[in-house]
Antibody, heavy 120, light 108 residues
């Protein structure tokens, strides 16, 4: 059974940093691209960042480019999101999502999310 | 960047057919994926590549895509289908994934 478990969320002041983690199990982690998707309270889904199986291809939404860094550790079956210079508008539930083996495939499994609140 | 437009809400009686649209410039040339999100839950992929269904998704869920509009069709709607639905495409011009704003399906 595929499982994605996010952690690392919490309350943080504007301008500070936070690192999210996603622990994956139930599939061959290093075969698949992975993504972070966020959802602000009462709002829709927003893709944040994605990373290919070997970290050779990485992408970011314009809204986080230069502030967030995605990474993965295939030996630990883990995905990460380093979030710097956080803003109030980054407040959201952050989901980890599994993609396909081939490039540009949809997100077939999602975690339950970790909540990030940016406030003074 | 590429914009996907969905109606904020769609209402349908049980047993009827719900159609949720997703508009975008020449969206027919892209692969469209659809997600269902029930309150307090993570999204679930219900249709991919315009019209394919993941295993475990009922045949009542189907999709089509042509011109400037993609459509998710839910036949014989049940109370349990009440949820938010999002369309998604890959935008090659910006190298990013794009979601529609979401449609709240209400079963009357």
């Amino acid at each position: 059974e595929v499982q994605l478990v996010e952690s690392g969320g919490g309350l943080v002041q504007p301008g500070r940093s936070l690192r999210l983690s996603c622990a994956a199990s139930g599939f061959t982690f290093d075969d698949y691209a992975m993504h972070w998707v966020r959802q602000a309270p009462g709002k829709g889904l927003e893709w944040v960042s994605g990373i290919s199986w070997n970290s050779g291809s990485i992408g970011y939404a314009d809204s986080v480019k230069g502030r967030f860094t995605i990474s993965r550790d295939n030996a630990k079956n883990s995905l990460y999101l380093q979030m710097n210079s956080l803003r109030a508008e980054d407040t959201a539930l952050y989901y980890c999502a599994k993609s396909g083996i081939a490039a540009r495939r949809p997100f077939d499994y999602w975690g339950q999310g970790t909540l990030v609140t940016v406030s003074s | 960047s590429y914009v996907l437009t969905q109606p904020p809400s769609v209402s349908v009686a049980p047993g009827q057919t719900a159609r949720i649209t997703c508009g975008g410039n020449n969206i027919g040339s892209k692969s469209v994926h659809w997600y269902q999100q029930k309150p307090g839950q993570a999204p679930v992929l219900v249709v991919y590549d315009d019209s394919d269904r993941p295993s475990g998704i009922p045949e009542r869920f189907s999709g089509s895509n042509s011109g400037n509009t993609a459509t998710l069709t839910i036949s014989r709607v049940e109370a349990g289908d009440e949820a938010d639905y999002y369309c998604q495409v890959w935008d090659s011009s910006s190298d990013s994934w794009v979601f529609g704003g979401g449609t709240k399906l209400t079963v009357l």
